[in-house]
């Protein structure tokens, strides 16, 4: 075939692919198709421009789903390593939640460390589905303590009145253990909350609680080693005047405390305040 032919059937065919090419359509952006192929769990941010190419991704997670009084409730977290941070007691006025802030390095539990303070809410409608908006928040802990501590919730519990305890831990990145646990009384009415007791249950310590529903009074027994023995320390704090004393004469065992003020006996059953 002659060149010419040969250059002319060329430049046609070429013509020919470029046009069926660019038949009318919807075009797909490059950053679509990309959007399009991440699945709908997972959204990605990309930094500015700092130098790198990497692309940080953060997971949305199912809520978190919690069964008080034979119904379930979901809860909202950002991440499944922090569903442990996420507590609900039943209140005289509503659900009071806490879960996780913005957190790091919230896949090493003894590492992570909360970027914000944990704020606890009232949910006092009927909705199962428990979000921060259809919340109020009654009561934020502090995000660290005067030697460095961060704060963290370890438990609610509620029905006592228009009162809710709060257990909390405090321990700095690394640790095994916690520095100090302490248990709050969170009053629903003025969103105060007031310190019962700061106290250890790990290291051979011992602690305990029983609260009694009817008066309102929370009992603390605090075990402290000593050689081969074991002293304890029993205090009742009053939810109704925010103020607590030590008990002289008390006793544990057939899963309540037994104790005496002046001449007058009382029992609480032990309560699970972890929870």
């Not at 922090?82 to 003894?110: C, F, R, Y």
Request: negative net charge.
């Amino acid at each position: 075939m002659h060149r010419g032919v040969k250059i002319t059937l060329f430049i046609l065919l070429a013509s020919l692919l470029m046009n069926g090419c660019s038949q009318p359509g919807q075009a797909i952006d490059p950053a679509e198709s990309d959007a399009a192929a991440t699945p709908s769990a997972v959204v990605n941010v990309t930094p500015e421009a700092n130098g790198t190419d990497s692309t940080i991704s953060k997971r949305i997670e199912e809520p978190v789903p919690v069964t008080m009084d034979s119904k379930i409730y979901l809860f909202p977290v950002d991440d499944s390593h922090n569903q442990d941070l996420v507590h609900a007691a039943q209140t005289s006025q509503g659900i009071v939640w806490v879960t996780a802030p913005k957190m790091k390095n919230s896949e090493l539990e003894l590492d992570r460390v909360p970027l914000e303070p944990f704020v606890f809410y009232l949910h006092e409608s009927t909705e199962k589905s428990v979000t921060i908006p259809n919340s109020k928040p009654l009561y934020k802990l502090p995000l660290q303590d005067d030697d460095g501590n961060w704060y963290f919730p370890s438990g609610l519990y509620g029905g006592i009145r228009n009162h809710v305890l709060i257990d909390t831990y405090r321990r700095k990145p690394g640790m095994a253990q916690p520095k100090f646990c302490e248990l709050l009384d969170l009053d629903l009415s003025t969103g105060e909350a007031k310190p019962i007791i700061t106290y250890h249950d790990t290291g051979g310590f011992m602690f305990d609680v029983a609260i009694d529903n009817q008066t309102g009074d929370v009992i603390t027994v605090q075990g402290t080693p000593i050689e081969a023995d074991v002293a304890n320390e029993a205090r009742v704090y009053h939810t109704a005047t925010g103020k607590s004393e030590k008990i002289q004469k008390f006793s544990k065992g057939q899963g309540r405390i037994v104790y005496w003020i002046g001449n007058k006996s009382f029992a609480a059953p032990y309560a699970d305040i972890s929870r």
